[in-house]
């Protein structure tokens, strides 16, 4: 049997995953991305474990989804969510420290990927993949490939802006898409509409808590996010025409609280000649596997 | 010598181009498409220019660009600025009509395609064509190839919704794009700003010779118009990170008055991982024929 290596580089926590060539998960490993200083020392431990693993495992490559990961240069570039600023050259550090090929992507990207080979996008050429976490990210497929763009950086739906002059971004600008939708966005609008702020260590999850017991502030901060999403979804369904449009990620354990609204103002806001064509789903694989299955088939087959 | 024929029908006038394998337009006809009541008399009509054009031209095919275009269907489907409503099955009609293959598609796609085979984005792999006119339409390019999307409707970037509660749009809904940045769009803020409006024989250049003379409602109108319109470009270039974005349509006429402001909310508003990446230029084919050479292509080549 043949095995890949799947690494999802999140601005918490990254994820190792060795999988084998039927896309079956076989093992996983966490990091805390946070507490690596470098990107040196995060190499360093990751490649270790990768090395103790090809003992066990014939791995015939790398394949790294990341914020800000560039197919074309191997690299991460400019990342706000990460500990690491400017230019990272992370294929080739795995590379000098595994002798393992290693191919790099958004991990967005990846997770958009992962669902089109595994998940509920099996068969689908055109569809969005919207990640929901620490920050707001997007893979979109069309004609059954990931839209890269002329520099590698396609899909940053996160960076739209929905609200000129709005709330500030680690991307220097206002009003962006993940200001509002993302984990802390959305634990910022429940704050807004609540002036309540959750505890640090409690997870957006809480929210769904909350609604359930009939809370007008928590179902409000659904709503708010439902209304921003929603219309963000439409407009991008208007320039890509997907067959739909899969939400990943941390706020999904929030259920139909946070997926009505979105549903509701998607509809509500979709140009008619889409009406009914396009689907609102969830990824249908485990929460941390789709993104790395997608980075492993990055090596797996031929992009 | 081949011959193909590139049909770019607008919501005001149609045009017919006689385009030859090396892509010189070799004669051009104009309809006014408002004046047939059916698109069946349309077709009647351009049909019999085409009878009479076969007895000098040995024409391989129709290809026809078209609002609300559909290449899977060879349909014009619920088009909101043509005199004709419902689903209009056009190349079938054409064919009928001529007994020559017929292609169609989206007006917009049409454009951008004769813009990468014969304009200034020959060579491009990855860029957006936006046409202002009537309406709004954009047609994407991703890896050389047109996003055509699940339905066949991808690129109706006139229809994102810039401002929710916005004007009234032809579609139905609110706050389109195509509200503030087509043609009728930008007399309306001239309109709104002023509290004049222009004669209804004027065209939009009017305005420019306005601005020209330092009329600060004119020069406020560009600005508001730059304003919508290069934020818009910029959430759009965060999707796809084209190389390019070319502008294209009567407004232009306006050259710098209207260019500078979308240039620079653009610049402004884009995310810094595209800054200095992403050119803002204008269609290098004359104003009539890039629509016509990019649907003549749908027949010359395979899609």
Redesign the interface.
């Known amino acids: 049997m043949k095995y890949f290596a799947g690494i999802d580089i999140g601005g918490t926590n990254t994820t190792l995953g060795i999988i084998d060539e039927n896309g079956g998960v076989v093992e996983t490993y966490q990091f805390s991305t946070k507490s690596y200083a470098t990107p040196e020392k995060f190499v360093d431990d990751v490649g270790n474990k990768l090395i103790e693993l090809r003992n066990s495992f014939h791995i015939e490559g790398v394949g790294i989804g990341a914020p800000?990961g560039n197919y074309y240069t191997g690299c991460i570039?400019?990342a706000p969510n990460l500990p690491w600023k400017g230019k990272i050259a992370l294929s080739v550090l795995f590379t000098q420290k595994t002798g393992l090929i290693c191919k790099v992507t958004n991990d967005a990207n990846a997770a958009a990927v992962g669902e089109m080979k595994f998940g509920g996008a099996m068969g689908m050429?055109?569809f969005i993949m919207v990640t929901l976490g620490t920050g707001v990210g997007?893979g979109?497929i069309?004609?059954g490939?990931i839209?890269?763009?002329?520099?590698?950086?396609?899909?940053?739906?996160g960076?739209?802006?929905v609200l000129?002059g709005g709330r500030n971004c680690g991307?220097?600008?206002k009003g962006c898409l993940e200001t509002y939708c993302s984990a802390g966005g959305i634990k910022k609008t429940y704050l807004e509409i609540s002036g309540k702020e959750l505890d640090p260590g409690q997870k957006i999850d809480h929210l769904a808590e909350l609604a359930s017991a009939g809370d007008k502030n928590a179902l409000a901060t659904f709503a708010k996010t439902g209304e921003i999403l929603g219309?963000a979804l439409?407009?991008?369904s208007?320039?890509?025409?997907?067959?739909a449009i899969f939400l990943f990620g941390g706020p999904l354990h929030c259920g139909e609280f946070l997926i009505d609204p979105i549903e509701n103002f998607f509809t509500k806001?979709l140009?008619?000649?889409?009406a009914g064509?396009?689907k609102i789903l969830t990824s249908q694989l485990p929460m941390n596997h789709a993104a790395i299955l997608g980075a492993a088939s990055l090596v797996k087959e031929p992009h």
Chains 1, 2 share one sequence.
């Not at 208007?238 to 067959?243: D, I, R, Y």
């Open positions: 800000n570039e400019f050429k055109n997007s979109i069309v004609d490939n839209v890269l763009g002329h520099d590698g950086f396609a899909g940053e739906l960076h739209i802006i000129p991307c220097g600008r219309l439409a407009n991008v208007a320039l890509t025409s997907p067959e806001n140009l008619s000649i889409y064509k396009i």
